[in-house]
């Protein structure tokens, strides 16, 4: 069995690696660079607001005519339970000190933004090849009119249950994301981590269970992961963290589109 080029063949890259979207580490200079060299570039939009979300894909449309990927999260933003946060703090305590970070800095709530009607709005406008999700689907109207406008729909799957629940809901390609992966983890059937395997565990259990083409991520950064996650039935792979060593990524620069915004108002 030779590798799945169904999504290299969709979108017309080259190579099998795709960067993962990473809400406040990935800009559009990174999704640029990415997609330049023959992969597919992402923009994470969670952290963005929806005129920032364009400001970002013109400047990737006018310096690059390669495919792209917004990618939206579609949790319920939790409430900020201090009781919670401040016993997570105490188990942490060591480190804080260690560091000599304040123990009693006040918790911040969440920046990360659902995906919306102001959003979907945007997608219609902007017309993104690929349109992904973390955290499962929008709800079941919003989703159809996203499908409506012919984009192709992507979500993770940390679980077999996962994968095939967003398979039946429409979703073209999945990621599936193993324990390894850092950053958000799209956990939505279940909170239960004993359900958690690692990537290449995961990898073969959801390519046998949907008809569609996998994505391998978590743990892979270079070309034996890549074999392997093929080799296992995956094709691309989505690679987060080894792109944060990149000068493009956004990470410590203080230059996310974020803060670029604010700066110049
Ligand atoms: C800093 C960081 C932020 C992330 N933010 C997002 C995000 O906004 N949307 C998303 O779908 N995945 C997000 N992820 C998960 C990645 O898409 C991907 O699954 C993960 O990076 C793969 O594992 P790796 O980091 O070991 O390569 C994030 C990962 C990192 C490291």
């Known amino acids: 069995m ?27 200079e990174l999704a640029i660079a990415v997609a330049e ?7 994470p939009c969670a952290m963005l607001s929806t005129g920032q979300v364009r400001a970002e894909l013109a400047r990737i449309r006018q310096r690059t005519a ?13 409430a900020v ?30 920046t990360r933004t659902p995906f919306d009607g102001a959003m979907w709005d945007l997608v219609v406008e902007l017309r993104p090849e690929v349109v992904s999700f973390h955290f499962g689907l ?54 239960d981590i004993s359900t958690q395997l690692g990537t290449f565990a995961l990898v073969p259990q959801v390519v046998d269970a949907v008809k569609g083409p ?20 995956a094709s691309p ?3 987060g963290t080894t792109y944060l060593f990149c000068p493009e990524s956004t990470i410590g620069s203080g230059t996310s589109a974020s803060t670029e915004e604010s700066s110049a108002s």
């Open 2 to 28: 030779g590798p799945d080029t169904r999504i290299q063949d969709l979108l017309g890259i080259e190579l099998p690696t795709l960067l993962a979207p990473m809400a406040g580490a990935v800009s559009s």
């Open 37 to 43: 060299a023959g992969r597919r570039g992402s923009l």
């Open 66 to 78: 390669r495919p792209i990927n917004l990618n939206f999260f579609c949790h319920h933003s939790p």
């Open 81 to 110: 339970d201090l009781q919670w946060e401040m016993a997570w703090r105490e188990r942490l305590s060591g480190y804080y000190l260690e560091l000599g970070l304040d123990l009693k800095a006040p918790v911040q709530s969440t």
């Open 138 to 191: 929008p709800d079941k109207e919003l989703l159809a009119h996203v499908k409506d406008t012919g984009e192709k729909i992507q979500s993770s799957a940390t679980t077999v249950d996962e994968a095939r629940w967003l398979e039946d809901a429409g979703c073209d390609t999945i990621v599936a994301q193993g324990y390894e992966a850092a950053g958000h983890r799209g956990m939505f059937l279940t909170q």
């Open 214 to 233: 996998v994505i391998a991520a978590g743990g892979i950064a270079d070309a034996r992961g890549i074999v392997a996650a093929s080799g296992l039935g």
């Open 237 to 239: 792979v989505q690679m």
